[in-house]
Every structure is written in C-alpha cells, then in structure tokens.
C-alpha cells in the first residue's frame, strides 16, 4: 500500500556568511518525493538571506545559489499547493544533500536561525 507523507530535515545557521553541509538519510521504504518545501524559523532571514544547492541521490536538483526565496510558500497558497513539484523522483541512495549558505544583505540582520526542508515523500507500507 503507498502513502503519501511529509519528512522534515533542519539545517541550524548558527554563523553569519557561511555555508552549511547536511545529508540527511531517507527512510528505506520511501520509493518515491513528488516535492519539496524550504521554510523557516525567522522567514525574512531565508528570503533575503538563504541560497542553496540540493542534491537527491546525487543527483543535482537545485544548482548552487538557488535562492531561498524561489522555493518558499506564503500563508496564502492552498496547503496542497505549497511544494515545489518534483514530478515522482526515485531516492536512489536515499540520501539528500544540501549545502545552505547564509549570505550577508542590507535588509535584515544577522541572527541564528534554522532552515527546514519538508520533502513530500511516497512510502511503501508493509
């Protein structure tokens, strides 16, 4: 039987003008990700802040210096509507990659803040 879940991955940007490393490992019974979502704690430090490269299965998905603000939803979009569609990846190795660089920008201060990424996934269930 398939089942459509959300998985959460946090990235704590804990220093300024950095770019931080994570791989998170998938679950063994995920078989496919239709999409994925970038958000935040402090939302406005993402949008002018964030940028970053992921990868699935080693495969590059968003380049280096994707902007933050190009993946993330506002209150007014249905919450069916909110994922970025990735069509129905395979998760190969079950790994995702991502390198999140916090750069410096006129608007908006510095302050740790942590970034999320929900993948909305497909799970075979037993």
């Excluded at 993946?71 to 079950?94: I, T």
């Excluded at 999140?100 to 908006?108: A, E, K, P, R």
Aim: aromatic share 12%; net charge negative; glycine share 4%.
């Amino acid at each position: 039987m398939l089942k459509r879940i959300k998985k959460r991955f946090d990235i704590t940007v804990n220093f300024p003008e950095r770019t931080f490393t994570s791989t998170f490992e998938l679950d063994k019974n995920v078989s496919a990700i239709h999409g994925l979502l970038v958000t935040s704690d402090k939302d406005d430090l993402l949008y002018y802040r964030g940028s970053q490269r992921i990868e699935i299965n080693r495969e590059e998905i968003f380049p280096e210096k994707y902007e933050s603000k190009l993946l993330m939803s506002g209150l007014g979009v249905a919450p069916d509507e909110r994922f970025y569609s990735l069509g129905k990846l395979e998760p190969g190795n079950y790994k995702v990659k991502v390198d999140f660089t916090d750069t410096s920008h006129i608007t908006v201060d510095f302050e740790i803040y942590r970034v999320s990424l929900y993948l909305d996934c497909e799970i075979t269930e037993i």
